[in-house]
């Protein structure tokens, strides 16, 4: 019995690749008359096509900074061979968003399975992605990026102090984690010599300009019955300017079933002093007294 690897049914987890699975592994005739099966069973094979991968030992098997799959995923569509003038914008756009949808429910299936872990064991669970690719030509700062998030419902209706912590830790992630990391997507972009119009995560736009003295904490997710929040980053040290100005700042709290989310003036916390620096500051203190009495 082949192991599923030497299988006649193992493929990347790339557009193509759960294109050809879902060919040649069809849904079970007792499920065909379900409504919405096609899109179960389309993500229960992705799982079939994902499962140890993250276990298989493969993660730094890489070509200029890229995994292979790196390179298939963003070679996806007109990206690769490099377009020529018969792909025209539509053309573009179409298989733009073959790869954006393949994202979409892959991000979709860690989300289910975070709520579904949440849930079993009344835990909690925080989840943070950036793509690494950002709009061509666009500066790459900490307000041009946004991560997709996973936050408990649960965790922000009862625990409204955690509001900041989450904002605070959605913040130091793309400041500090998805900022240098688009840098060097872009860096092995080039080194990769990828056409300018590949590797890209989202259409060619601009942001609209936020206003970074109204920051909410939590924003309102994706939908109202979603865990799934994209959060935007702000300048460096903005946020933190604002924590430090204000006793609160408005946020979305959930409640109720079904959901719904309410926007709220939630409190602030200062950080707590660290006993080192405070140690520090009271040694240097009566050095300079000593000092002066000298």
Same mark, same amino acid.
Request: hydrophobic share 40%; with cysteine.
């Given at each position: 019995m082949p192991?599923?690897?030497q299988?006649?049914?193992?493929?990347?987890?790339?557009?193509?690749?759960?294109?050809?699975?879902?060919?040649i592994i069809?849904?079970?005739?007792l499920?065909?008359?379900i409504?919405g099966?096609?899109?179960?069973w389309?993500v229960?094979v992705?799982?079939?096509?994902?499962?140890?991968l993250?276990n298989?030992?493969?993660?730094i098997?890489l070509?200029?900074?890229?995994?292979?799959l790196?390179s298939t995923?963003?070679?996806?569509g007109s990206s690769w061979?490099?377009?020529?003038q018969?792909?025209?914008?539509?053309q573009w756009?179409?298989?733009w968003?073959m790869?954006t949808?393949h994202?979409?429910t892959?991000?979709?299936? &860690?989300?289910d399975?975070? !709520?579904? *872990?949440d849930?079993?064991?009344? #835990? =909690?669970?925080l989840?943070?992605?950036?793509?690494?690719?950002?709009v061509p030509?666009?500066?790459i700062?900490?307000?041009?990026?946004?991560a997709?998030?996973?936050?408990?419902?649960r965790?922000?209706?009862?625990?409204?102090e955690?509001h900041?912590?989450?904002?605070?830790?959605s913040?130091?992630?793309?400041?500090?984690f998805?900022?240098?990391?688009?840098?060097r997507?872009?860096?092995?972009?080039?080194?990769?010599?990828?056409?300018?119009?590949?590797?890209?995560?989202?259409t060619p736009?601009?942001?609209?300009?936020?206003n970074?003295n109204?920051?909410f904490?939590?924003?309102?997710?994706?939908?109202?019955?979603?865990?799934?929040?994209?959060?935007r980053g702000?300048?460096s040290g903005?946020?933190?300017?604002l &924590?430090g100005?204000?006793? !609160?700042? *408005?946020?979305?709290?959930?409640q #109720? =079933?079904?959901?719904?989310?309410?926007?709220?003036?939630?409190?602030?916390?200062?950080?707590?002093?660290?006993?080192?620096?405070?140690?520090?500051q009271?040694?240097?203190s009566?050095?300079?007294?000593?000092?002066?009495?000298g």
């Amino acid at each position: 019995m082949p192991v599923w690897n030497q299988s006649h049914y193992s493929r990347d987890p790339t557009v193509d690749g759960l294109k050809e699975a879902l060919a040649i592994i069809p849904p079970p005739k007792l499920l065909a008359n379900i409504n919405g099966i096609q899109e179960r069973w389309k993500v229960a094979v992705l799982a079939l096509l994902v499962h140890q991968l993250h276990n298989d030992g493969d993660h730094i098997n890489l070509t200029h900074g890229f995994h292979s799959l790196t390179s298939t995923h963003y070679h996806t569509g007109s990206s690769w061979p490099i377009p020529t003038q018969q792909t025209n914008q539509q053309q573009w756009m179409a298989l733009w968003q073959m790869r954006t949808d393949h994202t979409k429910t892959i991000l979709a299936l &860690i989300f289910d399975l975070c !709520t579904a *872990l949440d849930r079993l064991t009344g #835990g =909690s669970t925080l989840f943070f992605h950036h793509p690494g690719a950002t709009v061509p030509g666009g500066d790459i700062t900490p307000e041009s990026l946004k991560a997709d998030v996973y936050i408990n419902p649960r965790v922000l209706a009862e625990n409204e102090e955690l509001h900041q912590i989450v904002a605070e830790l959605s913040q130091f992630f793309i400041e500090r984690f998805a900022t240098p990391l688009a840098h060097r997507f872009a860096t092995c972009h080039t080194l990769n010599n990828w056409p300018a119009s590949s590797g890209s995560s989202m259409t060619p736009s601009h942001f609209s300009t936020a206003n970074y003295n109204c920051v909410f904490l939590v924003p309102a997710p994706l939908i109202n019955s979603s865990c799934h929040f994209h959060v935007r980053g702000c300048p460096s040290g903005s946020l933190a300017q604002l &924590i430090g100005l204000n006793t !609160t700042l *408005l946020s979305v709290v959930p409640q #109720g =079933s079904p959901l719904t989310w309410n926007t709220k003036a939630v409190p602030i916390f200062s950080a707590p002093a660290d006993p080192n620096t405070t140690n520090i500051q009271a040694i240097t203190s009566n050095i300079q007294a000593i000092d002066l009495v000298g």
